[in-house]
C-alpha cells in the first residue's frame, strides 16, 4: 500500500535530516511529497504510474495519467511507483541510517501527520500548496471545531517535526517530543485526519 511506502520514503528522509545527512540534491522531491503535489513529485521521479479507476459526480474515470487538480488520495496511489524509486535512490545515496533517539515507526508516524494534516487541508480547498503546516493545522482545526487544548496539542505535533528538521531545544529531550507528537497524532486519529 501507498501510505506505507510514503511513510517509510519521508520518515527515511526525516531521519538523514536529523543525522546531518546533505539532503540538499532531494529538496524538491522531498518538499513535494511532504506538501501533497504528487503531480510534480512523479513529473520528477518519471516513476510509471498505475492505473486507477475513480468514481467522480456520477462519473467513472479510468486512466494513467496524473493529473494537477486530483485530490490527494488519488495522487498518492498514481505516485506509488516514483514513491518506490525515490525511496531507493535515496537509500542508495545514505544506506541504513540509525538514530538511537528515535524509533523508526515514529519518523513514519510524523510523515503521515503532516502529509495526513496536508491532504485533509488541500481536500477542503483550505489552504494553498505551500502552506506552512502551522497555518494548514489551523484553518484545518477551525473547520473541524477543535478545541483550543486539541490544537495546541497538534501544534506540539509539529514542533517535534521542526526540532528533528532544525533542533532549536523545541522540548527538554527526544523522549519529551514524542510523547508530545504521540498526543497529537492520536488527535488526528480521533477525529480521521489521518491518510486512510
Known amino acids: 500500500m501507498n501510505t506505507l511506502i510514503i511513510a517509510k520514503t519521508v520518515g527515511y528522509m526525516l531521519k538523514a535530516m536529523k543525522l546531518k545527512e546533505d539532503t540538499s540534491l532531494f529538496r524538491r522531491e522531498f518538499a513535494s511529497i511532504r506538501h501533497g503535489n504528487y503531480f510534480e513529485f512523479t513529473e ?3 516513476g510509471e504510474i498505475p492505473t486507477v479507476v475513480v468514481y ?3 462519473e467513472i474515470q479510468v486512466n494513467n495519467k496524473i493529473k494537477k487538480e486530483e485530490i490527494d488520495f488519488v495522487g498518492l496511489i498514481k505516485s506509488g511507483p516514483s514513491m518506490i524509486k525515490f525511496h531507493e535512490k535515496c537509500f542508495s545515496e545514505f544506506g541504513k ?5 528515535i524509533p523508526d515507526d515514529i519518523y513514519e508516524k510524523i510523515a503521515l501527520f503532516e502529509i495526513g494534516l496536508r491532504m485533509h487541508a ?17 484553518k484545518l482545526s477551525k473547520s473541524k471545531n477543535l478545541a ?10 509539529r514542533q517535534f517535526l521542526n ?16 510523547n508530545a507528537f504521540n498526543k497529537a497524532y492520536s488527535i488526528c486519529q ?6 486512510i
Open 44 to 46: 520528477l521521479i518519471k
Open 56 to 58: 467522480n459526480k456520477g
Open 97 to 101: 541510517l540509525v538514530d538511537k533517539d
Open 122 to 138: 488541500n481536500n477542503k480547498n483550505l489552504i494553498n500548496s505551500h502552506e506552512d503546516l502551522i497555518e494548514v493545522i489551523l
Open 163 to 178: 526540532m528533528i528538521k532544525h533542533p532549536k531545544n523545541q522540548f527538554p529531550n527526544w523522549n519529551n517530543g514524542i
Open 190 to 195: 480521533k477525529h480521521s485526519l489521518t491518510v
Open 148 to 157: 483550543k487544548n486539541q490544537v495546541e496539542k497538534l501544534q506540539n505535533g
